[in-house]
């Protein structure tokens, strides 16, 4: 069954950086689009990034484009978001997903970043 544990995630401050990992199982990897999503109070999952299944294409949400990037490792069947500059903005739970959707969601990784 798919299983996307996404981990990385902390306590920050504005300007600081993370990088989130997700690792994945149970389906072809290195089939798929993949996709980071940010969750945050009252809001839905957006999307904040995605890559093409052999990594040669990326997208952003405006927003973070220049300040985050997307990688992928098809031999680990992992992708990877190095975050940079951060803003409080940033906050939120990031999930890691394939497109087109497969459940289960994982559980998320929590990302504070303080002002």
């Known amino acids: 069954q798919v299983q996307l544990v996404e981990s990385g995630g902390g306590l920050v401050q504005s300007g600081g950086s993370l990088r989130l990992s997700c690792a994945t199982s149970?389906?072809?990897?290195?089939?798929?689009?993949m996709r980071w999503y940010r969750q945050t109070p009252g809001k839905d999952r957006e999307v904040v990034a995605g890559?093409?299944?052999?990594?040669?294409?990326?997208i952003y949400e405006a927003s973070v484009k220049g300040r985050f990037t997307i990688s992928r490792d098809n031999t680990k069947s992992m992708i990877f978001l190095q975050m940079d500059n951060l803003k409080p903005e940033d906050t939120g739970v990031y999930y890691c997903?394939?497109?087109?959707?497969?459940?289960?969601w994982g559980q998320g990784t929590q990302v504070v970043v303080s002002s």
């Open positions: 890559i093409s299944d052999e990594g040669n294409r990326e």
């Open positions: 149970g389906f072809h990897f290195s089939g798929y689009f």
């Open positions: 997903m394939t497109a087109p959707l497969r459940d289960p």
